[in-house]
């Protein structure tokens, strides 16, 4: 079965601090892959996304990811994060003929 | 432009009314969904609609009701909710038929309570 695991329910940085938030999949098809973030009371916004190519790849608001399919993960990075940046965070994964699976969330807290 | 609307933003109702959800998306996209979040979880994926005809409905309750006047529009009809139904519903638009093989774009929600 297709699943998706984010190991981290909540992750506390401090401002400035480096970023990575871990994603791993099991799917059985090449799969797409998808950076969500949503603040509280939000909908969803799309950081980033990976389809093929380059295994790096740049988002918005700074945040980059990198595909390792020797590892089926998918984590993120942001080298400097800001307060704003307090968020949940999901990833998510699909293929042809399959809707996307979510994974359970990462919730961002950021110190001052 | 990514946007996708959904009116209105709040609402409350009991569980003998009718209300209905809205969203809308001027992206050109094809295909267009339903998901149900409850707190600290994940989307839900409730229906799609492909090309104004409902593609999946993933065993919703009957007190649902989606409907796709067009390929711009996606209304959510709601009948005799329940307590448990109160949830931020959202709804996505995606350029391809294929849920899962493109980018979704999700709108603000609708922060729906049952009393």
């Known amino acids: 079965a297709q699943s998706v695991t984010q190991p981290d329910i909540h992750i506390t940085v401090s401002e400035g601090a480096s970023l990575e938030l871990r994603c791993n999949y099991s799917?059985?098809?090449?799969?797409?892959l998808f950076w969500y973030v949503q603040s509280p009371g939000q909908g969803l916004q799309l950081l980033l996304k990976?389809?093929?190519?380059?295994?790096l790849v740049q988002g918005i608001k700074g945040f980059e990811a990198e595909f390792k399919r020797s590892q089926s993960s998918f984590n993120l990075r942001k080298p400097s994060v800001h307060w704003s940046d307090a968020a949940e965070y999901f990833c998510?994964?699909?293929?042809?003929?399959?809707?996307?699976?979510f994974g359970p969330g990462t919730r961002l807290s950021v110190l001052p | 432009d990514t946007e996708v609307t959904q009116t209105p933003k709040h609402l409350v109702m009991g569980m003998t009314n009718k209300k209905s959800l809205k969203c809308e998306q001027h992206?050109?996209?094809?295909?267009m969904y339903w998901y149900k979040q409850k707190a600290k979880k994940p989307p839900e994926l409730m229906f799609v609609y492909s090309y104004e005809k409902l593609s999946i409905n993933e065993s919703v309750p009957s007190r649902f009701s989606p409907e796709c006047p067009n390929s711009s529009l996606l209304n959510l009809h709601l009948h005799a909710l329940q307590p448990e139904d109160s949830a931020l519903y959202l709804c996505?638009?995606?350029?391809?038929?294929?849920?899962?093989?493109?980018?979704?774009?999700f709108g603000p929600g609708t922060r729906l309570t049952v009393t």
């Open positions: 998510a994964v699909g293929s042809y003929g399959q809707n996307f699976v």
């Open positions: 996505a638009s995606s350029l391809s038929r294929d849920p899962g093989s493109y980018e979704q774009y």
């Open positions: 799917y059985g098809a090449t799969p797409y």
């Open positions: 992206m050109g996209h094809r295909a």
């Open positions: 990976y389809f093929s190519g380059d295994t």
